[in-house]
């Protein structure tokens, strides 16, 4: 089978995510085959695509570290690689050492076989200080992009050594890899999610959560009372102190531009709570005095009604904070943030981190929607008419 090793160099926004609308594919670099620029610089670069697809055609197998990624950045600009044959060393040695360490790197694999390591100058010299991918010097990245390119390969001949080693495992590899081409095209389609609608009730609830903390203010009268802070809830609760620091009037200035305004000093103070409920044996925190307020404990305290009544809210709050920030609140910020088409979610899909082998999602985490949430989630297909 004709391999052919593959490796890009992108612009970073965050980590060079390829579905912001910031960043752009610089380089393309086919081992053996040359280095291609895309938008590194302003000269047209379809030729480079062509030449790019026509050498991809030529081969049967595609290699790479974390190939999802460069797969997910030629695909963008429109290269064919499905028929293809996919082989990610990240992936093979995840599985070639049991599943133990996620995500391991280049280096991290190389040094497992003896081999040399990454050259740190892009890295250390110019992304570390700020400096963009299409700002760093021409020999100075290409350098950087075929040396990776010989280190994957070396990793990859390596790896089939080992294959030959650990026959049992083959037929598992191949369908790991050829299973990451599905999980590349369901992450690059992404999803489409009802912004708007989830503005809207990211609102709604946000007033919602603020009648609740005005309803819990009547129990303790605390203005900076955190109902998210486990010291605070547990003080509540179960009695306690709540430490805090205070502006208080220190005196007036007698000169400088501040002359005859008051000074202000910050002084440390404690708040000290009344037991509402005795909490369950062996609920303690490592934090002395503290127990513990997680939604299994509070559902099975049993006290006054006073006592009935602040965990009835906040236990209610919890549920409406986490819709809040995770879901209707947290996703417009995550697409804004990650600078993704509005509308759009594209999370992770990982193959190298459960030690089970089971597959995992992130940024966000796909597979652990609220079940409120789901109805944002949009189809792409109307239904037939």
């Known amino acids: 089978m004709k391999h052919l090793t593959l490796d890009v160099e992108t612009t970073i926004q965050n980590k060079g995510n390829p579905f912001s609308r910031l960043n752009k594919l610089c380089l393309i670099g086919l ?23 026509s050498v991809i ?47 391991p790197s280049l280096n ?27 700002e760093i010097p021409r020999d100075i990245l290409e350098e950087y992009l075929q040396k990776d390119l010989d280190l994957t390969e070396q990793v990859y001949l ?27 095209e369901m992450e690059f389609n992404g999803v489409l999610y009802d912004q708007d609608k989830s503005e809207i009730l990211g609102n709604e609830l946000e007033e919602q959560i603020a009648k609740l903390d005005q309803r819990l203010y009547s129990y303790h009268n605390f203005p900076s009372f955190n109902a998210s802070s486990v010291d605070h809830v547990s003080a509540l609760l179960y009695g306690g ?5 205070e502006q208080e009037p220190d005196g007036i200035f007698k000169s400088g531009q501040k002359k005859g305004e008051v000074r202000m000093r910050w002084r440390d103070k404690e708040l000290e709570l009344p037991r509402l409920v005795k909490p369950l044996k062996g609920s303690e925190l490592e934090k002395e005095g503290l127990y513990s307020t997680d939604e299994q404990t509070l559902r099975s305290l049993a006290g006054s009604k006073k006592a009935s009544e602040v965990i009835k809210i906040i236990l209610t709050r919890a549920v409406l904070e986490k819709r809040m920030t995770a879901y209707y609140k947290g996703l417009v910020n995550l697409i804004t943030e990650q600078n993704w088409e509005r509308g759009h979610i594209y999370g992770q899909l990982n193959q190298c981190v459960a030690r089970t082998g089971r597959l995992s999602s992130s940024k966000p985490n796909l597979q652990n929607f609220d079940s409120e949430i789901k109805g944002l989630l949009l189809s792409r297909y109307k239904e037939a008419v």
């Not at 028929?83 to 995840?94: A, G, M, N, T």
């Not at 892009?122 to 963009?132: H, L």
């Not at 390596?158 to 590349?184: C, P």
Request: proline content about 2%.
């Open 31 to 53: 081992k053996d085959n040359g280095i291609y620029d895309i938008e590194y610089t302003e000269h047209p670069y379809r030729d480079d695509l062509d030449h790019v697809q």
């Open 57 to 103: 055609n030529n081969h049967d197998m595609l290699v790479g570290f974390n190939i999802k990624f460069d797969l997910h950045w030629i695909r963008k600009y429109g290269i064919d690689f499905q028929e293809k044959r996919i082989w990610d060393c990240q992936l093979v040695h995840f599985m070639l050492t049991g599943q133990s360490k996620p995500y």
């Open 108 to 134: 991290q694999v190389c040094e497992h076989y003896g081999l040399e390591t990454k050259l740190d100058i892009v890295k250390e010299e110019y992304w570390k200080n700020g400096i963009d991918t299409n």
């Open 158 to 184: 390596k790896q089939l050594e080992d294959l030959e080693a650990n026959s049992h495992l083959k037929r598992l590899i191949s369908l790991h890899n050829q299973d990451l081409l599905v999980l590349e």
């Open 241 to 245: 102190t709540i430490k805090y620091r």
